[in-house]
């Protein structure tokens, strides 16, 4: 067997092809920085937040307008997790495979599930960021896309009230939501969807400016046990109050719970879970006034489908990190997904009467801004 990784790059690619055949959901949706190379495990980066544009009306003149100065704002995230998936062959189960001319067959396969373990584990990630939505439409545990495109045409609504650039806007749902999508009449007759596409391949089609994707990784948040609870503050709260104090009720809000008022069909989302007699809201906070003593209602538990601007949601990514001498490796090669964007290392180490192979990812997650993600429920 080769000292290198050099002969196995065909094998390494193949198995990329085969995961990269399955369909990607919440990694090709946002915004990904792969360039966190030398942050370690835990380690603070910071990342810059550019603000809305502006724009001016156009008068002639002999010089352009004096404008276009921008503070760039920045938050912090961290590399959260460096996972890696080992695959292991002994010296007999080498040559057996190779007198059978199938080995090279097999550590595909063997890779493909490796890939899609740890794509896995960051696709889990970025599902749990639903959380981090500011509002939510739709109703919990009802599956959407039952009878019309409402869904997605609410979900725009509420990132084009949040002022949420509308140019990148990403949907990803669950399968059941897929399903129901890819069986409502008017994107599966041409006649009414303009293309046979949905019908006949099963893709599914940009609606109201939500480039659609699917991940069966999209989670179920679990409602609080919170009831009772009233507004407690004599001169209520104005629009765009995101601290409440509350009193009378027991029981928890959790973050990322839906939470209503009385008089208020916004449904809200918990920033952070209820503390000290006060229930946080995600940004923007209220979009009309609430009265003391209204009563506040936690939401029952819900599908994350997540709806939202690319740029609202940050993965960052690099490869495990190796010391500056090398480590036992007989080999490392860095392998990019062009699909996910996705940068895995692959290891080779030279063992007693073994070969192991590791595939390794090191990555964080983060909501950089609720306004401009919204929860569409199921």
Excluded: C
């Excluded at 290198?4 to 193949?14: C, D, E, K, Q, S």
């Excluded at 059941?176 to 599914?204: D, F, H, W």
């Amino acid at each position: 067997m080769s000292n290198t990784l050099t002969n196995l790059i065909p094998v390494m690619y193949a198995a990329l092809d085969i995961v990269a055949a399955e369909p990607l959901g919440f990694i090709p949706a946002v915004e990904i920085d792969a360039k966190a190379s030398q942050a370690a495990v835990g380690q603070i980066v910071t990342t810059p937040v550019t603000p809305a544009a502006s724009t001016g009306d156009i008068v002639a003149g002999q010089l352009p307008p004096d404008d276009g100065d921008q503070n760039i704002g920045n938050t912090t995230m961290t590399i959260q997790k460096s996972k890696y998936s080992p695959i292991r062959w002994s010296g007999e189960e080498l040559k057996g495979f190779e007198q059978s001319g199938t080995y090279k067959d097999v550590l595909a396969q063997q890779l493909a599930q490796s890939f899609r373990a740890l794509r896995n584990l960051v696709e889990t990630d970025l599902a749990g960021l639903a959380v981090s939505a500011s509002r939510a439409t739709g109703t919990a545990g009802t599956t959407p896309f039952a009878t019309d495109l409402s869904d997605p045409a609410n979900l725009r609504k509420i990132l084009q009230d949040n002022g949420a650039p509308l140019s990148d806007l990403q949907l990803v749902i669950n399968t059941a939501a897929g399903a129901k999508l890819r069986t409502l009449g008017q994107l599966t007759k041409a006649n009414e969807a303009g293309t046979t596409s949905m019908r006949e391949s099963g893709i599914l089609l940009d609606i109201h400016g939500f480039k659609i994707r699917e991940s069966a990784k999209v989670g179920s948040i679990a409602a609080g046990t919170g009831a009772g609870y009233l507004v407690n503050n004599v001169a209520g709260y104005a629009i765009g109050a995101t601290a409440i104090a509350v009193d009378t009720g027991a029981g928890t809000v959790k973050a990322g719970n839906v939470v209503t008022f009385a008089g208020d069909t916004n449904k809200y989302i918990a920033a952070a879970d209820l503390a000290g007699g006060v229930l946080t809201l995600a940004a923007p906070g209220l979009l009309q006034a609430v009265a003391d003593n209204a009563a506040i209602t936690v939401g029952a538990t819900f599908t994350g489908n997540m709806g939202f601007e690319r740029a609202a949601i940050k993965l960052l990514t690099r490869t495990p990190a190796m010391p500056e001498e090398g480590d036992d490796a007989d080999d490392v090669y860095n392998l990019t997904d062009p699909f996910s964007g996705l940068t895995f290392q692959i290891a080779k180490y030279k063992l007693y009467r073994r070969i192991k192979y590791e595939v390794g990812l090191a990555w964080g997650v983060k909501a950089l801004k609720s306004e401009f993600i919204a929860d569409l429920l199921g």
